[in-house]
């Protein structure tokens, strides 16, 4: 009985300990069509479409990443992103396009209050989607949600109405993930 | 390149016209398993896993659906939780729990005001990967949010800090999904 899916969704782990390279059998455009792949087929709110993507590496991925260190005071606050920086090959943004869900409100009013939720709902099924895909293709990484500092970085390079939900950050293992724990959660059945 | 997960998001589809049945491989406890296993590996703001769910099948099902039909007034409005309740084998529902953010929020308040959008991206994901899951095993369904019907129906059958987020319906799909169209929306790669 037992889908595929559900094998990947179980590989898919916080990985943060990065090599910044790709696998040998998997390049930046192997990254792009699967990210583009996703957003394509993630389902929205009435066919809304409006998840949107960037995949920042190479200049812009250090540049975008130096600029939320430096944005950051504190020492211990700088760490997660320098690791970033310096040990992710490639940092996938996830954006939600608030002019869809506005015209979604306009269009709907009676549900205007559920749209931005809809808009989340669509937004974390790319994100952990995208995270078990590159899983599967030999890379690792974690999700941040720096999402103002990236936002302020990108500047003018997206439209200004894309709001910022979060970054999956990327690159080969260095070291497994850790252990993870888990709660007793049962999925009852009402008969 | 291509990960396993990107056949299986691509097949999942809205399935309006279902069949009350399950497959023939395919059993009840088959889909507690899919769904389980799903809320396990969701993965969660500081993994805090505040996604819950249930599954509603046979007299529950219908009742609950049932009370849905008569809490709408129009009868337009009636039609779509009409055809669950006669059409769909089993509903899952999918909740949050809103003691996890809460807790979430008194621990980290400088992120206070994101947690409940966290929440949000692990329930889609939540929602999104079983509809992909419950695909590759032979059912069809579709996505509803009569959360607040819902959750009145059910009353004390859940905890009172579970706020319904969405209900996949699911059957054997009786016709084939429609046509669906999609919008010009590339994934630039910022090098």
């Known amino acids: 009985m037992s889908a595929s899916i559900l094998k990947s969704v179980a590989a898919r782990r916080t990985v943060y300990a990065l090599k910044p390279e790709f696998p040998a059998n998997f390049k930046l455009a192997d990254l792009q069509a699967t990210v583009q792949a996703i957003i394509k087929d993630t389902p929205s709110a009435f066919n809304s479409q409006g998840n949107r993507a960037v995949i920042l590496t190479g200049e812009t991925h ?12 504190s020492p211990d606050g700088k760490k997660r992103p320098a690791s970033v920086r310096d040990e992710a090959v ?26 931005p939720s809809f808009a989340d709902h669509s937004s974390g099924a790319a994100q952990i989607t995208t995270w078990a895909a590159i899983t599967e293709s030999g890379l690792g990484g974690h999700l941040q949600h720096y999402n103002g500092y990236v936002k302020a970085a990108l500047g003018d390079k997206i439209p200004q109405n894309w ?25 009852k059945i009402f008969d």
Chains 1, 2 share one sequence.
Do not use: H, M, R
């Open 62 to 73: 250090k540049s975008v990443w130096d600029s939320v260190v430096n944005s950051i005071d």
């Open 163 to 187: 709001t910022v939900q979060a970054q999956l950050c990327v690159g080969v293992p260095a070291t497994p993930a850790g252990e993870k724990t888990y709660i007793e959660n049962p999925v």
């Open 90 to 115: 490639s940092s996938i943004i996830f954006f939600t396009d608030d002019k869809v869900t506005e015209t979604l409100q306009e269009q709907f009013p009676a549900f205007a209050s559920a749209f």
